[in-house]
């Protein structure tokens, strides 16, 4: 059985409250129940932090034991290169995702410090690009 690990950074706590018309209406933890029970063979685990030293220190507990991260790092994926130093740091593959399409939105947005780091980027797809990124790293 594959272990991933799911990442969310600042203010995805705020799914299901948080601009509406951008992320949705649903909840992670909801979503999370639906994507455990869409890969029942797997084991996700989810961890969400405002803090990104929380984000690093995550990165660093699972990235050498897990078989792939989900990442989706908010606002730190336009500013923190700690975050992408963590990814170049561990030894299993994580694919960053986002839920709205970033290209699509404010242009300080367009821009990822940790893309290059990754092994794979999902944008635009909803909460949708969570079960792309699980599906990919099941089948890595």
């Not at 991933?4 to 799914?15: D, R, T, Y």
């Not at 979503?31 to 869409?38: M, N, R, S």
């Not at 994580?94 to 970033?102: D, G, K, L, M, P």
């Amino acid at each position: 059985m594959k272990r991933i690990q799911i990442i969310n950074g600042p203010n995805l706590n705020l799914l299901g409250k948080r601009e509406p018309t951008v992320y949705g209406n649903q909840t992670f933890e909801d979503y999370f129940q639906e994507l455990k029970q869409l890969f029942p063979n797997a084991q996700l685990d989810y961890f969400q932090s405002n803090t990104e030293g929380a984000l690093i220190d995550k990165l660093h507990e699972t990235g050498f034991t897990y078989d792939g991260i989900v990442l989706n790092a908010g606002a730190y994926t336009h500013t923190s290169i700690a975050i992408a130093d963590a990814i170049r740091s561990i030894t299993v593959p994580v694919i960053e995702v986002h839920i709205s399409n970033v290209f699509k939105r404010e242009e300080y947005r367009h821009h990822s410090y940790l893309s290059e780091a990754c092994k794979g980027c999902i944008v635009g797809f909803g909460m949708d690009s969570y079960r792309l990124a699980v599906d990919s790293i099941l089948h890595f």
